[in-house]
Nanobody, 120 residues
Framework: QVQLVESGGGLVQPGGFLSLSCAVS????????MAWYRQAPGKQRELVAT???????NYADSVKGRFTASSSNAENSAYLHMSSLKPEDTAVYYC??????????????WGQGSQVTVSS
């Protein structure tokens, strides 16, 4: 199974900027689909953004215009750039990457989660 390593979470003031990274540990053939989810305390996990390998992206209405999802096949990584952060963005953020491990094997892996706290 492909392991993912998330990084970049932390504490930021309202209106601030934060970037999350999700890196594949090991080698893969290709990265085809990326999704970012978040889960706030006491709430269900929600889909925040998705991106495909042909740069087609979709965002939840709550983050549209503020968050940008991207990926890099060369770096085997995915990113979520978050700006104009609000206290309601506070949550644990999870990445989900899908692609090909080799010509015959696909993978669908999750990151360990990154805490993002927006507070003054």
């Amino acid at each position: 199974q492909v392991q993912l390593v998330e990084s970049g979470g932390g504490l930021v003031q309202p209106g601030g900027f934060l970037s999350l990274s999700c890196a594949v540990s090991g080698s893969i053939a290709s990265l085809e689909f990326m999704a970012w989810y978040r889960q706030a305390p006491g709430k269900q996990r929600e889909l925040v953004a998705t991106a495909t390998d042909n740069d087609h992206t979709n965002y939840a209405d709550s983050v549209k215009g503020r968050f940008t999802a991207s990926s890099s096949n060369a770096e085997n990584s995915a990113y979520l750039h978050m700006s104009s952060l609000k206290p309601e963005d506070t949550a644990v953020y999870y990445c989900n990457l899908q692609g090909k491990l080799d010509s015959y094997t696909r993978f669908d892996s999750w990151g360990q989660g990154s805490q993002v706290t927006v507070s003054s």
